[in-house]
Each structure stands twice: as structure tokens, then as C-alpha cells.
């Protein structure tokens, strides 16, 4: 599945609800992968608002598809057990 975000669409900056409708993840869950790496840092728009850079998303989602496509690959094919 590829999931792409258009300029025309996608702003430059994305709130944290628009994050997590391109990645199902709980907030917590959002912000502990934020805190260890995983995921992008976001940007201070103000004291208590932040946003994330649309090109960090973009990256990332590439880099998890990318990593899918290898793990399917390196799984062992199965051979049809009905036969």
C-alpha cells in the first residue's frame, strides 16, 4: 500500500490529527517514537503548538515502505500445503 501526500493538498506543516491519520498510531504512541527516534521531531509554532514538516512525513513513510518491501522479500516462501 502507498500512501503519498501532494503538494496541492498536504500544507508544508501538519497538525498532529493530520499526522495520525497517515500513520494509525495512538498520540502516546506517536510521541514516544518522536521522543526515541522513530519518527520526526515537530516544529514549536507557538508555547503549546506544534506541527510536523510534511518532506520529514514524506521521508518516512518512503523509509517504512521501503523496510516492508525488504522484510517481505526476506521471508522464506511458503510452499501450497493443499498440494
Known sequence: M???MTNAV???LLRLPQ???LFPVSRS?????VKTGRYPSPVKLGAR??????EDLE????S???ADRET???LPRRQNLLQ
Open 2 to 4: 502507498t500512501m503519498t
Open 49 to 54: 503548538a506544534v506541527a510536523w514538516r510534511r
Open 59 to 62: 521521508a518516512l513513510l518512503v
Open 64 to 66: 517504512l515502505e521501503a
Open 19 to 21: 499526522v495520525l491519520a
Open 29 to 33: 504512541s506517536w510521541y514516544e517514537g
Open 72 to 74: 517481505m522479500q526476506s
Open 10 to 12: 498536504t500544507p508544508p
